[in-house]
């Protein structure tokens, strides 16, 4: 395992993010997203010997390394997806939590770690799963997916104008072979995009295969309802998003919440990271934090 592209994993608003979560320094909090563990730790710094964290991750490559790296008796790691969080917390004899963190997408690890074919940069083969035990991959998608299926994961999930375009170039280039490598995918962008400013061609397509091999958005709907399920009345829900359409799930389950009395919105507009944090991180850019409480 690339240990030191791990290190390279630079959390996002994690003092604001922590700030809002933790309440109380004799709670439970559940990282969804525990990754590398920077929001974790934060975590841990502001709780008692009383306190406990829930570190969960889909990526067991993840779990292994920040057993080894972050040795806390307050701390439990488990592999899972955030999307079964009830039946998680559940398993562990817990009943309510006084607050949970996502912090959505993917690493730093998984887009420097070339092996697991989430960067258009990569000559691996064409992956992208976080967790390595399913075997719908992104391969997958790539080869075998309709042109009318692939137009509309690029345009839903990848907000493409070119949908239409790169989804038939991949289907014509299918007819000669199989598209096997993340390089030979992006290649087939670049033919068709003109370089849009500092982003690469590739990166909405590869943003919606992985958004799709995955099922992000599912999870993140799931995920929450099952997050205000195991929260105890005052305990806060913390999300940290990076692209629209994880933000409008986030937004809309927080106002029908705060309509319906269920929940009391902490952040009336989105925290965004600060001009410094933009410069020092650029995977900062694109990232909203917001905040409800169960009432
Ligand atoms: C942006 S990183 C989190 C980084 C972390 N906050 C840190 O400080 O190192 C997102 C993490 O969420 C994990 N993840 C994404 N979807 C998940 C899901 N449905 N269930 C559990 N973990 C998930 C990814 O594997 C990845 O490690």
Redesign the pocket.
């Known amino acids: 395992m690339a240990i030191s592209v791990m290190h390279l994993?630079k959390?996002?608003l994690?003092k604001e993010s922590v700030e809002l979560l933790v309440t109380s320094s004799e709670g439970i909090y559940v990282?969804?997203?525990?990754?590398?563990?920077?929001?974790?730790s934060e975590i841990l710094s502001r709780l008692n010997e009383s306190g406990r964290v829930i570190g969960?991750?889909?990526?067991v490559e993840?779990i292994n390394y920040l057993k080894e790296k972050l040795k806390d008796n307050r701390l439990t790691l488990l592999q899972?997806?955030?999307?079964d969080l009830s039946e998680i917390i559940e398993n562990l004899n817990i009943t309510k939590v006084d607050g949970i963190?996502f912090?959505?997408?993917?690493?730093l690890?998984?887009l420097k770690e070339l092996t697991r074919g989430f960067s258009f940069l990569s000559e691996s083969r064409l992956d992208m799963r976080?967790d390595t035990s399913q075997t719908f991959n992104a391969w997958d998608v790539v080869n075998k997916y309709s042109q009318k299926d692939l137009e509309r994961i690029f345009a839903e999930y990848g907000e493409d104008v070119y949908a239409k375009r790169i989804s038939e170039a991949i289907v014509q280039k299918r007819k000669k072979g199989t598209i096997n490598t993340c390089r030979e995918l992006a290649l087939i962008a670049e033919e068709i995009y003109r370089r849009r400013g500092k982003i690469h061609p590739a990166t909405r397509i590869f943003q919606a295969i992985r958004i799709e091999v995955?099922g992000?958005l599912e999870?993140?709907k799931k995920?929450i309802i099952s997050a205000y399920q195991v929260l105890k009345s005052g305990g806060r829900l913390c999300v940290?998003s990076y692209h629209s359409l994880e933000d409008r799930i986030v937004k809309n389950f927080l106002r029908d919440g705060a309509r319906s009395n269920k929940l009391k919105i902490i952040t009336k507009k989105p925290i965004k990271a600060s001009f410094e944090e933009n410069r020092l991180n650029p995977s900062s850019r694109s990232a909203k934090l917001r905040v409800g409480e169960k009432i």
Do not use: K, Q, W, Y
């Open positions: 994993h959390p996002v994690l990282d969804v997203t525990v990754g590398f563990g920077g929001h974790a969960i991750d889909r990526d993840a899972g997806n955030f999307s963190l912090d959505l997408g993917v690493s690890f998984h976080m995955n992000e999870n993140l995920g940290i």
